[in-house]
């Protein structure tokens, strides 16, 4: 509590200065707020949780409370007065699966114990036995490590005798032989395949994979590894990114979002600065699952507006990057995620029912718990309840923020600014079914590449960068559609160099992986591959 500092009978200047250091410690006490505030998290970056999932939901032990709360902004004070039980989210463990749930996709391998034919005698008559079935008694899972063995390819020519006898030419017929992956070199789809996967899945670095490849008794560099995923980038998976592109510009949502990414060689930069690799994604109702990243040497938003270049309006769902205001034709959603993790950074660690950052954690928790009640519903439908149920919650939201004054530097304060800013765009969701309350769509898209970033730490030239682009893009994609990245990666690349160099412009419509049938094809492929090996060794 401020103490009155009586000034009757002073003289003005020591009045003055009576009222300087009154605003001087204003400022300095505002200061030690922001600094306590940001020490506070300092430190739960480096010792708490990384998750954004909250322990405290809201249940129906206080639904009553909950309405009330967001029926008028003018009655929070005295709903946080009333008495709350905490519910803690009760932790539900999954179903334990059975030995044949866990390996119904594992080929299977059979191990018979059998009695030497000359002890199949009977210990009490001492006949002969018979043998009356197989007994199971344990099934194991086993693995056979990553190994390489040499492919040699050989054509039957076959030469037709008659025209021989006649012409005295011989009329020699050859085979088509498939075009490989990489020409005059020893890379197959199975190598180069493997590698992506253990980079851009496994997040393994080259080094790390050019150690791999001495233990298998290859001596390869890690260059030639880069070398073999640049090409197979460039000259056939790039045809599908470009496919795919085609398709995520007509969609009626998309998701974008960009992050950092360092090149040590590019021209008229430093290995120092940072480029940024941009990600664009569609929604549930596109016209396909499609995640596409593209590198750019910059965060300017003129590359989203050439990226995005639509002649129709459609909906775009961002985080508040203002670069974005570039794109033409956008109506831009914002996202509830970025506004709750805001009100989450400015939450004390035990704090009041009546702390403004707490309340605002509320609104949010409650249209997201009303999204997750929503989420079989058809468009429409969605639609119908979000102006019934969500709407209200909105608008008490944005009634409550007009009626808040933070300190000025605090992270509430940049919360409550982060929401008036962004209002309008909070609200878009309120007008079509199909548009999502958050970018976690997109921003799950992206964790891979971040989490990789962690390891390879770098790109180290421009076309090592865009080939990741690619590389990044099919992978998720595939993900997507729930396709093993390795296997399709694997069937896209033993498929395209034949069909492509055929036909430069062929409809690889049939290759993309929620195409009926692909799913299947990648499956046999690398059956075929494993028993091909199984049979080398034997």
């Known amino acids: 509590m401020e103490k009155n500092i009586v000034t009757d009978g002073l003289p003005s200047p020591i009045i003055n200065y009576i009222s300087h250091l009154e605003a001087r410690n204003k400022s300095l006490e505002s200061q030690v707020d922001n600094l306590m505030e940001s020490l506070r998290l300092l430190q739960k970056a480096r010792f708490g949780s990384s998750s954004e999932k909250l322990r405290y939901i809201l249940t129906d032990a206080n639904a009553a409370i909950q309405e009330t709360l967001f029926n008028e902004a003018e009655a929070v004070a005295e709903v946080e007065e009333a008495p709350e039980p905490v519910i803690v989210k009760k932790h539900v463990r999954k179903p334990k699966r059975t030995k044949e749930e866990l390996a119904k996709e594992l080929p299977v391998h059979d191990v018979i114990i059998d009695i030497p034919e000359e002890e199949r005698i009977c210990n009490i008559c001492e006949s002969d036995l018979h043998p009356i079935g197989k007994e199971l008694v344990r099934s194991e899972l086993s693995v056979i490590p990553a190994q390489a063995y040499l492919t040699k390819t050989y054509r039957v020519n076959y030469s037709c005798c008659a025209c021989h006898k006649e012409t005295d030419e011989a009329n020699i017929v050859k085979p088509q032989v498939p075009v490989p992956v990489v020409n005059k070199g020893l890379a197959s789809p199975s190598s180069i395949a493997y590698t992506m996967y253990q980079k851009y899945v496994n997040a393994q670095p080259l080094y790390r994979q050019e150690k791999d490849w001495g233990n298998f008794g290859v001596d390869i560099s890690r260059g030639t590894l880069a070398n073999w995923m640049i090409y197979a980038c460039e000259h056939w998976l790039i045809s599908l990114w470009d496919a795919w592109k085609v398709l995520l510009l007509v969609a009626p949502i998309i998701f974008a979002d960009e992050t950092v990414i360092q090149v040590l060689k590019e021209k008229g930069k430093t290995p120092q600065s940072e480029s940024r690799m941009w990600v664009y994604g569609t929604g549930t109702t596109g016209p396909a699952p499609i995640v596409l990243y593209e590198y750019q040497p910059s965060r ?25 205001d570039k794109v033409a034709n956008a109506i831009h959603c914002g996202c509830y995620s970025h506004l709750r993790r805001k009100f989450n950074e400015a939450m004390p660690k035990s704090p009041p029912k009546d702390n403004p950052a707490y309340i605002g954690l509320r ?5 997201f718990k009303l999204e997750e009640e929503f989420a079989e519903l058809l468009p429409d439908e969605r639609l119908r309840q979000r102006q019934q149920q969500s709407k209200p919650v909105v608008d008490a939201f944005f009634a409550w923020i007009d009626t808040l004054d933070p300190l000025a530097g605090s992270k509430l304060a940049t919360a409550v600014t982060y929401a008036r800013n962004q209002r309008d765009r909070l609200q878009v969701f309120l007008q079509d079914g199909r548009i999502e309350i958050s970018t976690n769509r997109i921003e799950n898209a992206i964790r891979p590449f971040a989490v990789g970033r962690r390891n390879w730490l770098f790109a180290d030239t421009v076309k090592g960068a865009r080939s990741s682009a690619i590389a990044y893009s099919i992978i998720e994609t595939a993900k997507l559609s729930g396709i093993n990245p390795y296997e399709y990666l694997l069937y896209v690349l033993t498929e395209l160099p034949t069909v492509l160099t055929n036909d430069p412009n062929a409809d690889l419509s049939a290759y993309f992986p929620w195409a009926n049938g692909v799913a299947d094809r990648c499956r046999s492929l690398k059956k075929e591959m494993d028993h091909a090996l199984l049979e080398s060794k034997l």
């Not at 300017?300 to 974005?324: R, V």
């Open 363 to 367: 609104y949010c928790q409650k249209l």
């Open 300 to 324: 300017s938003g003129e590359h989203a507006k050439q990226f995005l270049q639509i002649d129709e309006p459609f909906y775009l769902q961002t985080d508040a990057y203002i670069g974005y």
